[in-house]
């Protein structure tokens, strides 16, 4: 069971990073974008492209590997799953603003403009 949990650990990494090497080698996806929100909207270009590779490498790895439809991984968009969304979200944005205030109050880092 182990091997099986790398094996769909791995094989999704590794079509992700092959597809983006390629798609760079090709010259299909730009160095980056002109205008003052060049950087945000190449980040954010970037990680939706990311975000729809890893979902089909997944989906594709689940199918040829597992014989499983992607319901089948428990992706369900039904309130439960969104509770647990949410409450992920909450969790995240919490423990984020703790450690700020953590590293705040120790000085550990320094708030300038």
Avoid: K, Y
């Avoid at 160095?31 to 909207?41: D, I, K, R």
């Avoid at 992706?75 to 705040?104: K, Q, R, S, T």
């Avoid at 109050?105 to 320094?110: D, R, V």
């Amino acid at each position: 069971m182990l091997v099986l949990g790398l094996i769909f650990l791995i094989i999704p990494i590794v079509i992700v990073t092959v597809l983006v090497s390629a798609a760079q080698g090709a010259g299909l996806l730009p160095e980056t974008f002109p205008g003052p929100l060049a950087p945000a909207v190449n980040d954010l270009l970037l990680m939706v492209g990311e975000l729809i590779l890893m979902v089909g490498a997944a989906w594709l790895a689940g199918l040829l590997l597992d014989r499983r439809r992607f319901a089948d991984f428990g992706v369900h968009l039904n309130l439960n799953w969104w509770i647990d969304f949410g409450f992920g979200l909450a969790l995240g944005a919490v423990l984020m603003g703790l450690l700020f205030a953590v590293e705040a109050s120790a000085g550990w880092i320094t708030i300038t403009g």
